[in-house]
């Protein structure tokens, strides 16, 4: 018997609902928790391409909720985006699986995302949000957002003001930034790193996820699609839905076109430092830094010293942190990726 019989028996997908799913081409930017949890579900279902993109190594950390990998792949060190397919490949082999091993950047995100039907975040930093966000918006792709720390997760459909893609609706959702117009300063929101992260949460998030994705995929994107901002407690029994806003005239992004992450310099600009093995990683959004506050989240993870203007936090595996006021951080490595997922994971973004 076919190995989608059990969904296809469900009504709403049908074998028109698999056909059209088993054509579709979708885009998964991370592959950590949410990222493994949502490819393999939709490896399983059927869809005909995924396309995976991490810029990070599995470590023996990832183990605890990151359901594609296994010791091995933590104790040879291999990068994640290649394990993952691998895994995929012997879950489904009827399916074609694309890893890039990259670090998402306005340079190189369209060209990830081309013939892509649906972007997915499976990411840990807030910057590569908006940058997604950006790239759904001008090119009119649904956006499915995922997010998780400590025990509570977040999963919300961007369905943006003009549709371009196969996938096709007719009620438009506010994007990212009419939700939240500006992303925190650095350092003050908690990252998986600092505060920890529970697998249930990740895999109800992501079980969230693959379910809006078979949906748009199939063209279920009306009133029978959840719509809302969808937090989701496992641990306290609790969840909450907050309605989507409708898209806003005076958002930046899907009301005036400006595209600041894609096209406008946001973000973080990450360069090597010349003779030094060290890169600079220097945020766009010029909020100032608590030192003092940054310090007492790093504690566990290092040595920390800090005055008024400089905290250095040195790793256990000899990496040093220094990181200014302004959000400007120098990090002991010539690896850009691994600086900037350093940034991402310690500091926050
Ligand atoms: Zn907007």
Redesign the pocket.
Same mark, same amino acid.
């Given at each position: 018997m076919d190995r989608y019989h059990r969904q296809t028996l469900l009504p709403s997908i049908g074998p028109k609902g698999q056909q059209a799913i088993g054509a579709s081409r979708v885009l998964i930017v991370g592959v950590g928790a949410l990222g493994c949890g949502v490819a393999d579900l939709l490896a399983r279902a059927g869809v005909g391409t995924i396309r995976l993109v991490d810029r990070d190594i599995v470590d023996h950390t990832n183990l605890q909720r990151q359901v594609l990998y296994c010791q091995e792949d933590a104790n040879e060190h291999r990068a994640k985006a290649v394990a993952a397919a691998q895994r995929l490949r012997n879950v489904n082999p009827d399916i074609t699986i694309e890893p890039h091993v990259a670090d998402v950047t306005a340079a190189n995100i369209s060209s990830l995302a081309e013939s892509c039907d649906v972007l997915i975040d499976g990411l840990d930093n807030l910057d590569t949000r908006y940058l997604v966000n950006d790239l759904a918006?001008r090119d009119g792709k649904p956006y499915v957002y995922g997010g998780a720390v400590g025990t509570e997760g977040m999963v919300m459909p961007i369905l943006p003001v003009r549709c371009e893609g196969p996938v096709q609706w007719d009620m438009p959702t !506010? $994007?990212l /930034? =009419?939700v939240f117009p500006e992303p925190p300063p650095p350092g003050t929101l908690p990252t998986c790193d600092t505060a920890g992260v529970l697998g249930p949460s990740v895999s109800v998030v992501s079980a969230h996820q693959a379910a809006i994705v078979m949906s748009l995929l199939i063209g279920r994107t009306g009133t029978e699609l959840d719509r809302t901002m969808h937090a989701i407690d496992p641990w306290a029994g609790e969840s909450r839905r907050i309605a989507l806003p409708d898209? /806003?005239p005076d =958002?930046p $992004? $899907? !009301?005036a076109g400006v595209y600041e992450w894609l096209e406008g310099g946001r973000g973080k600009t990450a360069a090597v430092l010349c003779g030094r093995h060290a890169v600079q990683i220097h945020p766009h959004n010029a909020a100032a830094i608590h030192l003092p506050t940054l310090a007492v989240r790093l504690v566990d993870h290092g040595d920390v010293r800090h005055d008024d203007h400089v905290l250095r936090c040195t790793l256990p595996d000899d990496v040093t942190l220094t990181v200014f006021t302004d959000g400007r951080a120098m990090i002991s490595t010539n690896d850009l990726a691994v600086a900037r997922r350093l940034y991402d994971t310690h500091i926050g973004s």
């Open positions: 918006v !506010g $994007c /930034r =009419c898209p /806003r =958002c $992004c $899907c !009301g």
